[in-house]
């Protein structure tokens, strides 16, 4: 049974900074690519950034690009996502989600982390 938990998400002012966390469990992590995703009240599911086995290749969204890293520890089957210069359009529940590796689509959901920017 392949689980994600998030955790790291909070309130913060707009310029500020967040780290957050996903731990995955029942399933090989170190193979796996992984991805975060947000969604903001009353909008669809947004990804937001991927990085693949190894941490050899990353992408960013456009919106976060320059102000977002994501990043893994395979050896803590963690994958975190570094979020600096925040901004109140960033307040949304984060996710992160496992890229299935025959499906090729994101198969498995954690249960989100709020992140709020606001003054």
């Known amino acids: 049974q392949v689980q994600l938990v998030e955790s790291g998400g909070g309130l913060v002012q707009p310029g500020g900074s967040l780290r957050l966390s996903c731990v995955a469990s029942?399933?090989?992590?170190?193979?796996?690519?992984m991805g975060w995703h947000r969604q903001a009240p009353g909008k669809e599911r947004e990804w937001v950034a991927t990085i693949t086995t190894g941490s050899s290749t990353k992408y960013y969204a456009n919106s976060v690009k320059g102000r977002f890293t994501i990043s893994r520890d395979n050896a803590k089957n963690t994958v975190y996502l570094q979020m600096n210069s925040l901004k109140p359009e960033d307040t949304a529940v984060y996710y992160c989600s496992r890229l299935g590796g025959v499906s090729r689509t994101w198969d498995y959901w954690g249960q989100g982390t709020q992140v709020t920017v606001s003054s």
């Open positions: 029942g399933t090989t992590f170190r193979l796996n690519t």
